[in-house]
């Protein structure tokens, strides 16, 4: 059945989704969505400050983006643009 | 899918199921035996003519009613156990899928490819189709591709709510502020309906769950037909 499954035309717009993550190997995976969250914005932070390209953190972004429910996204970034974001960036 | 005066369960469509039907069929065979023997025991006493009131010191007896027990417990623990840590893995999944409960209705969001999010809304009686099943039916199926590991990710943005696919042994919690993970896949093709199953308020039994599990080629039409 291996065999078949590989057979498929590559489709235009392959899905990558993030593999498991052993630093998150339960049921819950709130604390996933919030440190890919909180390592894109610090990653995004540290690159600027550097004056360097952000491209390397579009990983987290990606992570973040495809576990957190897009209303958490939604209310965390208004709380950071009203600087009311609880977590340290 | 369910039938009406059904007594066991749906087909299984995931091997987490197959093994989950296994084990409810040894559990009840364990069940049985042990309730067979107790009727059979009372029925002895009952007709016996023979009384015996005074047994004290009885270690042979006591120590097999004590071992044996014992023994049934740890032979169904042990193949519980072992399905309970297979739902929780999780190898490589094909896709990521979060499904949102509200009040009343679910919705779904694809955000490994575009934001790709719609709600899924109970089909009220009055507008079914002929062959359409009352209080099950949405009108937006969640669509899925089949024999691929998918990551569910269930929460909930009101109250406690749960998602439940019966025939692919799925249930989990959608808990507002946190996130529950199952793995779900399925062997073949074919619609599988699940309901709302922790009490959510008065529309609760009015929330179906409506999987549309296809082909990969199918579900990538589909994709990029619902994101255009």
């Known amino acids: ?89 | 899918m369910p039938y009406p005066m059904q007594l066991g369960f749906q087909d299984a469509t995931s091997p987490i199921m197959e093994e989950l039907t296994y084990f409810h069929d040894h559990t009840l065979m364990i069940v049985f035996l042990i309730s067979s023997l107790v009727l059979y025991v009372i029925i002895l006493m009952l007709t016996t003519k023979l009384t015996h009131t005074s047994t004290m010191d009885a270690q042979e007896v006591e120590t097999i009613w004590t071992i044996l027990p014992a023994v049934i417990l740890v032979l169904i623990a042990l193949p519980s156990l072992r399905i309970l840590y297979m739902m929780d893995e999780i190898y490589n999944p094909y896709l990521t899928v979060k499904a949102m409960g509200h009040q009343w209705y679910w919705s779904y969001e694809y955000t490994d490819y575009e934001d790709l999010t719609f709600d899924s809304y109970m089909v009220p009686t009055q507008d079914l189709s002929p062959g359409q099943f009352p209080l099950l039916e949405v009108d937006n199926r969640l669509v899925l591709p089949m024999e691929l590991p998918i990551r569910m990710l269930i929460s909930s943005e009101d109250v406690l709510h749960a998602w439940t696919v019966p025939s692919l042994g799925l249930k989990a919690d959608a808990i507002p502020g946190r996130l529950n993970q199952a793995t779900l896949t399925s062997t073949r093709p074919g619609v599988y309906y699940g309901q709302c199953s922790e009490i959510c308020g008065s529309n609760h039994s009015f929330m179906p769950i409506v999987l549309e599990m296809t082909t990969l080629k199918y579900f990538e039409k589909w994709s990029s037909m619902m994101q255009s």
């Open chain 1, 1 to 89: 059945a291996g065999g078949r499954r590989t057979s498929f035309p590559p489709p235009a717009q392959r899905p990558s989704t993030p593999p498991f993550d052993p630093r998150f190997p339960n049921q819950n995976q709130t604390r996933n969505c919030y440190q890919n969250f909180l390592d894109f914005h610090r990653c995004t932070k540290t690159m600027r400050k550097k004056g360097k390209d952000t491209s390397p953190c579009d990983y987290y972004r990606k992570v973040f983006q495809a576990l957190c429910p897009l209303s958490w996204v939604q209310r965390w970034n208004e709380q950071i643009q009203e600087g009311t974001f609880p977590g340290k960036i």
